[in-house]
């Protein structure tokens, strides 16, 4: 029968199987790759083939970045990135709560985007925008100078 962890004295030339199962032994250092587990440890580096995937399974969330410039003065850019496309709903509001602009309402591709927010007549202050998908909502804060 084959063991499942194994190691290597020689950097992951050839790989020994580890016989009884780990015991006392201190690993120092783990790295995951193609569905294995690897450990750094005083003896060698040893090797764990996993049964199962290492990924969850699911969807990818929709990435809400931070807006730059962050403080501001006239404009701004809102980073979305979405692995798929998909319906999202970007909207700003202001410190009290109150809708300021809806910057994007609909469907986008798949892939970064750059939403650019145009500030010329708002007052300076703390706002707030939200990014809304099917999968969730995300919010971010931004400050206008």
């Known amino acids: 029968a084959k063991s499942f962890i194994q190691y290597s004295d020689d950097q992951g030339l050839n790989w020994h199987n580890l016989e009884p199962a780990l015991s006392g032994s201190v690993g120092y250092d783990l790295a995951l790759c193609r569905d294995r587990l690897y450990s750094a440890r005083h003896n060698g580096l040893w090797r ?19 807006n730059f410039p962050n403080p501001f003065s006239m404009s701004t850019q809102i980073p979305v990135a979405l692995a798929r496309p998909e319906w999202v709903e970007l909207a700003i509001f202001d410190a009290t709560g109150q809708l300021v602009q809806r910057l994007w309402k609909g469907e986008l591709p798949a892939g970064t985007h750059q939403l650019p927010v145009h500030a010329t007549d708002w007052p300076a202050g703390i706002y707030f925008y939200r990014l809304q998908t099917k999968a969730g909502t995300a919010v971010r804060q931004m400050i206008r100078q």
């Not at 199962?52 to 969807?59: H, K, N, Q």
């Open 48 to 66: 764990l083939d996993l049964t199962t995937p290492t990924r969850e399974p699911g969807r990818e969330q929709p990435a809400l970045g931070q």
